[in-house]
């Protein structure tokens, strides 16, 4: 984002991530990166506790639909890909949820 945050705002930035982090920890994610902390943030007007709730309940969502972890290896979603209409990032599958995030 290039948004220029107030120090609040940062502060709230690297409070969330700090208690999202010890969520994912639990759950042996790796860490939550900032551009995402933001998005969650901003979509809350900087409340850190209401974005918590927002995190919570889109991991919650993921894990009820059974987005948590994609196979590129198998079907349907290996001859998708070869279509050539989607674009691989090099860390997809950590950046997935901030994408899911572009289009809520």
């Not at 220029?4 to 940062?10: A, C, K, P, R, S």
């Not at 759950?27 to 974005?51: E, H, M, N, T």
Request: hydrophobic share 35%; with cysteine; glycine share 2%.
């Amino acid at each position: 984002m290039s948004e220029v945050l107030t120090e609040e705002q940062e502060q709230a930035a690297k409070h969330f991530i700090e208690v999202v982090n010890k969520l994912r920890k639990h759950r042996c994610s790796g860490p939550l990166s900032w551009s995402c902390a933001i998005k969650f943030l901003a979509a809350r007007k900087y409340d850190v506790q209401r974005a918590v709730s927002l995190y919570e309940q889109h991991e919650l969502t993921r894990h009820r639909e059974g987005l948590v972890y994609f196979d590129t290896n198998t079907e349907p979603l290996k001859s998708e890909l070869h279509t050539g209409k989607f674009t691989i990032l090099q860390n997809w599958l950590f950046q997935l949820r901030c994408t899911v995030l572009d289009n809520m």
